[in-house]
C-alpha cells in the first residue's frame, strides 16, 4: 500500500487521544502509568499494523526529529505545569528544601554512579559516559504528577516538588555539561557556568514581570496560546543564546501564582488580583489539556520506535540491571539520610521517562557511541514505571485495609498509622481535614483559601 489516505490518519490520531484519555482514568484507578500503556499501543501498533498498512511506513523509520520537537514542546509545558502549582510559604518551606535537596542530590549521585558503570563496561571515555548517564538519573514528573493521586497530601506535594525540580536540575545539569565540554581550564567552566545563571535570571526576572503585566493588560479571549508562543520563542532564543531558558519558564510561572510575594511595594499597582487569578485558572486548565496531548504523542510515537528485540538482550538486560541497581541504591540511601521518617512509598518512586528519551536525543553526534543499546532506555524506563506501580498498588491495599479496620473510612496512610500521640488517640476526635478525605492536595479549586500546589489528582501532564 503506497501514501495512506488523510483520513485513516485522523482516525488513528483521533483513536490514539481517545485511548489516552481512557488511560488516565485507568491510571488512578490501579495506578498503572498512563504512559506505559501508550508506549504499549504504539509498539502493538507497529508490530500489528505495519504489514497491512504498509512495510515501510513504520518500520525502519528514524523517529528522532518528531520526537526531538514533540519532547522540546513536552518539557516546556511540564516545567510550566509545575511551576504553575509551585506555591512558596512559610509552612511548605520544609517540604520544598527536602524535596529540592533529595532531587539535587540525586541527579549528581545517580549520574557519578551510572556513569562509572558505563566507563567501564559501554565506553572508556568519561565525557561520553557521563552524557548518556545524566538522561537516566532524572525522574520524570510527566509519569509522578498522574500516578499519585491517591497518596496523602503531604506526600503528594514532596513528590511534585521532587519530580519538579529533579526535572530542571536535571536538564541544566545535562546542557551546562554538553556547552562547557573541551573548555580549557576549570576557571573557564565556572565563569561561564554563572554568567549564564546570571543573565539568564535577569532576564527570567524582567521577562517574568513583563508578560504578567503585558498579559493583564490584553482584552481578547484568545491568551493562551499567544503566551505560549511566545514563552516557546523565549526558549528558542536561549537556548541559541547558550543560557538556561527554562528558568525563564520557570520564574514566570512562579511569579504569576505567588503574585502577592512578588509584587510588593511600587510593584502592587500593576497587579490587578482578580483578573490575575482568571488567566491562572485559565492558564492551568490549558495547560494540562496541551501537555495531555503533546504527551500521548510522544509516548505513542515513542512505542513505535521501540525494537522489540533489544528486550531479549542479554548484554541490554544486565547493563539495565546495573543501572537500576544504582538508581535505587541512591534512592534508598538518600532517604534514609534526609527523609527517614515516612518514607513509603515515596523511596521506590522514582520513575524515568519523558526527559530521559527527549534527552538521550539531545545527545551531540561527537559523544555518540555504537556500543550503547538505546534498548537500556526502554528497560529502565519500564522497570522504574513498574516499581512505582506496584509500589502505589501496595500502599493503596494498606490504606484501604487500615480504613476498613478503622470504620470511620478515613483515608489514612499505612506509614502514618503507626503509634500516635497518647491525646490525640484518648480524645476520639477526628482530626482528619476534607483534603485528606478526598485525596485532594491543599489549594485545589474547591479549597481555595488552603495552601499547596494547586495539583487535581490524576490531571494529566
Known amino acids: 500500500m503506497g501514501q495512506v489516505d488523510t483520513n485513516y490518519i485522523i482516525i ?54 518528531l520526537l526531538s520537537v514533540l519532547g522540546t514542546v513536552g518539557l516546556i509545558l511540564i516545567v510550566l505545569e509545575a511551576s504553575l502549582d509551585l506555591k512558596l510559604e512559610k509552612s511548605k518551606l520544609p517540604i520544598i528544601y527536602k524535596s529540592l535537596l ?7 549521585f545517580c549520574t557519578a ?67 562547557n565540554v573541551g573548555k580549557s581550564s576549570a576557571i ?33 479571549h484568545v491568551k493562551f496560546f499567544l503566551l505560549i508562543s511566545v514563552l516557546f520563542l523565549v526558549y528558542a532564543c536561549g537556548k541559541l543564546m547558550h543560557l538556561s531558558p527554562l528558568l525563564v519558564i520557570m520564574f514566570f510561572g512562579i511569579i504569576i501564582n505567588n503574585d502577592k510575594l512578588f509584587f510588593k511595594g511600587f510593584l502592587k499597582k500593576w497587579l490587578n488580583e482578580g483578573i490575575l487569578h482568571d488567566i491562572l485558572h485559565e492558564m492551568k486548565l490549558m495547560t494540562a489539556e496541551t501537555a495531555f496531548l503533546v504527551r500521548t504523542f510522544f509516548f505513542f510515537i515513542f512505542g513505535l520506535s521501540i525494537i522489540p528485540s533489544s528486550l531479549y538482550n542479554l548484554d541490554v538486560i544486565m547493563l539495565s540491571l546495573l543501572v537500576l541497581a544504582a538508581i535505587y541504591f541512591v534512592r534508598v540511601i538518600l532517604f534514609a539520610s534526609f527523609a527517614r521518617k515516612d518514607s513509603s512509598p515515596q523511596s521506590l518512586v522514582s520513575p524515568r521517562g519523558l526527559i530521559t528519551i527527549l534527552l538521550f536525543f539531545q545527545i551531540p553526534e561527537k559523544f555518540r557511541t555504537d556500543n550503547f543499546n538505546s534498548g537500556v532506555l526502554l528497560v529502565v524506563i519500564l522497570v522504574t514505571s513498574l516499581v512505582m506501580t506496584l509500589a ?4 493503596r491495599k494498606r490504606t484501604e ?61
Open 12 to 65: 488513528g490520531g483521533a483513536s490514539v487521544i481517545i485511548l489516552s484519555y481512557f488511560f488516565n482514568i485507568l491510571a488512578k484507578k490501579t495506578s498503572i502509568p498512563s504512559v506505559l500503556m501508550l508506549i504499549l499501543i504504539g509498539t502493538l501498533f507497529n508490530l500489528a499494523l505495519s504489514d497491512w498498512l504498509d512495510l515501510n511506513l513504520f518500520k525502519d523509520k528514524n523517529y528522532t526529529p
Open 113 to 179: 554512579l551510572i556513569a562509572v558503570i558505563f566507563h567501564t563496561i559501554v565506553v572508556q571515555d568519561w565525557i561520553i559516559s557521563i552524557m548518556y548517564a545524566i538522561p537516566l538519573a532524572i525522574i520524570s514528573s510527566a509519569i509522578v504528577i498522574p500516578s499519585i493521586g491517591n497518596l496523602m497530601p503531604e506526600k503528594k506535594e514532596f513528590l511534585i516538588y521532587e519530580s519538579a525540580f529533579s526535572d530542571i536540575i536535571g536538564i541544566m545539569v545535562f546542557y551546562f555539561f554538553k556547552d
Open 401 to 461: 485495609a487500615l480504613q476498613t479496620t478503622n470504620g470511620e473510612g478515613e483515608n489514612i496512610d499505612i506509614s502514618d498509622a503507626a503509634p500516635q500521640e497518647p491525646s490525640d488517640s484518648a480524645s476520639g476526635e477526628d482530626n482528619t481535614s476534607p483534603n485528606e478525605v478526598s485525596g485532594e492536595l491543599p489549594g485545589s479549586s474547591e479549597n481555595n483559601g488552603s495552601s499547596g500546589p494547586d495539583i487535581e489528582p490524576g490531571k494529566p501532564l
Open 188 to 220: 573557564d567552566v565556572v565563569g561561564n557556568i554563572t554568567w549564564n545563571i546570571g543573565l539568564t535570571l535577569v532576564i527570567s526576572v524582567i521577562a517574568g514581570y513583563v508578560l504578567i503585566i503585558i498579559l493583564q493588560k490584553l482584552t481578547t
Open 392 to 395: 502505589l498498588i501496595q500502599n
Open 102 to 108: 533529595i532531587a539535587f542530590l540525586g541527579v549528581m
